[in-house]
């Protein structure tokens, strides 16, 4: 309802205002063409001064150099009647005018025109004095109202423009409503096309072609969309099944190397190699569950199990872990939570906030070989909340550090970064946003977490 | 509490961890009952309360009780 008002008020505004501009144009024009007329109608106006130009001398008359050359010039002829009807003077006179008029004639040229030649009339001394132009030179027109009518032509004129702007308005009104009805069809088959739903619009009139095309591109949206999720389906699912076959023999490896670890018959440098092949099968373990998560997390097919939780109390968890299994001096871990955000509680699924932490601080520790101190910082924001965890380690490499902060796509390189881009994901998909940093000496991550 | 200190000896226990433990309630608003109760296990296993050599603090974190080896 809010696209109809719109489209109708915005179609009403530009009627009225084309309405205003033709009349304003035709305003202007009517000016500019009086204005031009009556300049090219003012020197024609002299005929009282050819009149008095003509003087009576004995039977004779004589004209003035001026009037004569005034005739000759603006107009074509003049003739000088006398009261009787009789052309007494005359210069220029064509041979089609006759020489003697009745009253009648002189009633009938003085309104209209004689022989065709418009003519106008003068009272002389002596008569009337007529002054001609060439015949087609003037329009005529004689016009005559009653007092009322033109007193009230002012409120016929105003009316008449009220009632075209009305017209104009009205009409406005009702294309738009046209439009709009044509248009909210296509309106609505965008909206459900984008909705992923399958449309099919079935219009006529002026939007045929663009219906018609939409129908083109949600057929293809869709084969489009049931490929990807096909797709996305079955790499998921192979993913899947490869990572739980090779899990399986990889724990009787684990088992088997473990328990021949502990068999007292071999001596201390095999069990030394037996606990290598445990601990190399435990990190393709690990690779195994790295691969399978991000891609469940890729496809979106990771369950989230959601729930609220203090998330300062899963990092100190998280932190204690890490300490309590850490049977290395080379590393330290320190924490610091401010106040306010002793009480802030998070919506999301705590095993994978876990899962990124522990990520984040084992990357610390996997690249760090020669020990390095782990600083963990966590803030309350005016919206959510800031954990950054910092190491004076070796840093990011720069490729990977690029990778990390930029694409979305998975990294390239397999063997760095997936532990990493795992933690993206994680955070990514609880509407949180992660920057990866080098420091002078070692590396920064900071996770924004609102929710 | 002390229970939980015990069965993780030599580990550090998290201050929710305890608050779990000792209330089955989360940390927020425990904290300074913590510290108090902290402090009269002290008075009752450590020679000198105010210098623990058993039950060690791990600041911002929780607690550590060290049997000695």
């Known amino acids: 309802m809010k696209g109809i008002m719109k489209i109708i008020l915005r179609n009403v505004l530009s009627a009225g205002g084309i309405a205003v501009l033709l009349l304003i144009t035709n305003l202007i024009i009517l000016i500019s063409w009086a204005t031009y007329s009556s300049k090219d109608q003012t020197p024609k106006y002299s005929i009282s001064n050819i009149s008095q130009g003509l003087k009576r001398e004995g039977t004779n008359f004589t004209l003035s150099d001026e009037a004569s050359s005034l005739i000759t010039d603006k107009f074509q002829w003049a003739m000088l009647l006398s009261d009787d009807g009789k052309v007494i003077w005359s210069k220029n006179l064509p041979e089609d005018v006759p020489l003697s008029y009745t009253s009648s004639d002189i009633a009938s040229f003085s309104k209209w025109f004689l022989n065709d030649y418009p003519v106008k009339e003068w009272k002389h001394e002596n008569g009337l004095f007529v002054l001609g132009d060439s015949k087609n030179s003037t329009w005529r027109y004689d016009f005559e109202a009653t007092e009322t009518s033109m007193y009230n032509a002012p409120k016929w004129l105003l009316s008449g423009l009220i009632i075209n702007f009305l017209i104009a308005i009205l009409l406005a009104f009702l294309f738009g409503i046209r439009f709009f009805l044509s248009l909210r069809t296509v309106i609505k088959g965008v909206e459900d096309m984008a909705e992923k739903k399958p449309i099919f619009l079935n219009i006529k009139g002026s939007f045929k072609d663009l219906a018609n095309n939409i129908n083109i591109t949600s057929k293809e949206l869709l084969r489009q969309q049931k490929l990807i999720e096909k797709r996305a389906t079955a790499r998921n699912n192979w993913i899947t099944s490869v990572s739980h076959d090779i899990r399986t023999p990889l724990s009787m490896i684990m088992g088997y190397s473990s328990s021949l670890e502990d068999n007292k018959n071999f001596s201390e440098e095999e069990r030394k190699q037996f606990s290598i092949i445990r601990s190399q099968s435990e990190k393709i373990k690990q690779l195994v569950n790295d691969l399978n998560l991000t891609v469940k997390l890729e496809y979106e097919m990771q369950p989230l199990n959601i729930q609220s939780f203090y998330i300062s109390e899963l990092v100190r968890k998280v932190v204690v872990d890490h300490l309590n299994n850490l049977c290395d001096d080379k590393y330290t871990l320190q924490l610091s939570v401010s106040d306010e955000v002793q009480s802030y509680m998070l919506n999301g699924d705590m095993r994978l906030f876990e899962r990124a932490l522990n990520n984040i601080i084992g990357n610390s520790i996997k690249h760090n070989e020669n020990g390095c101190d782990i600083f963990i910082e966590m803030k309350k924001k005016t919206e959510g909340c800031i954990i950054e965890i910092k190491d004076n380690g070796t840093g990011f490499k720069d490729d990977v550090l690029e990778n990390l902060n930029s694409s979305n796509e998975m990294p390239t390189s397999t063997s760095h970064g997936l532990g990493l881009f795992i933690v993206k994901q994680i955070i990514s998909v609880h509407g949180g946003t992660i920057h990866f940093e080098n420091l002078e000496n070692g590396s920064s991550i900071v996770l924004y977490i609102n929710n | ?69």
């Open chain 2, 1 to 69: 509490m002390l229970d939980k200190l015990y069965a993780n000896k030599g580990n550090i226990v998290t201050i929710d961890a305890l608050c779990r433990a000792a209330w089955d309630d989360n940390l927020f608003g425990y904290e300074n009952t913590l510290m108090v109760h902290i402090r009269r296990l002290r008075e009752k296993i450590e020679l000198e309360p105010s210098h623990p050599k058993y039950l060690l603090t791990v600041r911002g974190l929780g607690y550590k009780l060290v049997l000695e080896a």
